[in-house]
């Protein structure tokens, strides 16, 4: 399959932790906190790895539908819990077993979250660069691509992993 469409990804390589251990300066009370403040000030940001790839208009309206999906099930999900803290507001029998009820299904909501979560991470293409920052591989690509690829690759005797 041939596409003239095309999607660029971008990703942040190194620490995606933020401040990692850092954080634990918190801990130190007020001297540890003026440290996580100079540490997060000098802090270099986040180096970003940008690629184009050919990418289906189908493909693409699958990753945007599960997206979507992702957004709506979230919102669901935190309606629903605000819901149910309501209704345990209210000191009556009946408002307690409207939460109970609210509260299954703000846990069937949440596994929507979880199950289009899922569904997005797998439309979408994930980067990652080696140690040496020479070769990038790529995962979540269609075989058709990986296969492509590796034809063309032949010819100017490099190595394509998948």
């Known amino acids: ?28 009370g007020p001297l540890g906190w003026l440290g996580l403040i100079v540490i997060s000030a000098f802090r270099r940001s986040g180096e970003f790895l940008t690629v184009t ?10 990753r945007l539908k599960a997206e979507r999906a992702r957004r709506w099930a979230t919102g669901l999900t935190v309606a629903l819990v605000i819901g149910a803290f309501v209704a345990l507001v209210q000191h009556t029998t009946q408002f307690r077993v409207v939460a109970i009820g609210v509260a299954v299904l703000a846990c069937v909501a949440l596994s929507s979250v ?4 899922t569904r ?3 439309t979408s ?3 990652d660069l080696d140690a040496s920052r020479r070769w990038l591989t790529l995962h979540g690509v269609h075989e058709s691509f990986v296969s492509a690829v590796q034809s063309r690759s032949r010819g100017a005797r490099t190595s394509v992993l998948r």
């Open 53 to 62: 790839l050919p990418y289906s208009e189908a493909a693409y309206q699958r």
């Open 1 to 28: 399959m041939v596409t003239d469409d095309a999607l660029t990804f971008s990703q942040q390589l190194g620490d995606r932790s933020g401040l990692g251990v850092a954080w634990l300066l918190v801990l130190a």
């Open 120 to 122: 997005v991470r797998r």
């Open 114 to 117: 979880i199950a289009e979560g």
């Open 125 to 127: 293409v994930r980067l």
